[in-house]
């Protein structure tokens, strides 16, 4: 089978496996989500739509422009494969049904999205105002301890210059991220990328071990690879 056949073969098997959905969604209901809260039709984004209508601009406002293939999960329970698109700057999870359309799942903790390039999941957390709930994309994952990094996308709008001397700057999507850190039933809490401080979010008795392997494995907090390391040897450890 040719690169181009095996394309279509899986592009039949998300229609298929989509429409089959709809059609026992009821099945699903039994996890305490209707289908109407799971697949609402999808709500169109005011804000990008007027971006999209009034400016041309660099940069995008989602993690892939194309939608890929992965996995939906509710409540542990993979419910299929189809294809994703992750919108940033909207934070929604949007899912391709016809050729030309597609709509949003409900953000939910009990929903999350698999693909081979990342692991999003929705949490509630703490901002300065209120508890909010947003998407994270998931690091590390463990009940112990998970490390989550949350992506936003910022609009710039174009700048006319301002003399002759000066060229207009072109509108533009520009990317934010922040790490979280999730201990067990708490909430995810920001840290910024600071040894000190980022050392102090392990549990007291942690810390002198925790310490320790950063500085003997010259870990650099600033690297999410390193990151990634430290929280993996934090769960390793005896209670």
Known sequence: MNYFSALLVSILFVNISFSQFLE???IYEQYGITKNELMGQHKKNINLEAVNNQYKYTGSPYFTADF???DLI???KNIGKYLIRYNIF??????????????SLLK????EVVTKSFLIRAYDYNTKDAIENGYFMVLVDDEKCSLLLKKEKKFIPPVKAKTSFHTDAEAKFTDLEDYYIKFETGLPVKFKLKTKKFINLFPVGKRAEI???ISTNTIDIKKQGDLIKVVNYYNSLGS
Not at 108 to 111: E, G, Q, W
């Open 211 to 213: 310490k320790n392997y």
């Open 74 to 76: 509710l409540n542990g």
């Open 68 to 70: 890929v293939l992965g």
């Open 108 to 111: 939910s903790t009990s929903l």
């Open 24 to 26: 026992n969604y009821s």
């Open 90 to 103: 909207g934070e929604e999870i949007q899912v391709k049904d016809t050729e030309n359309s597609h709509f």
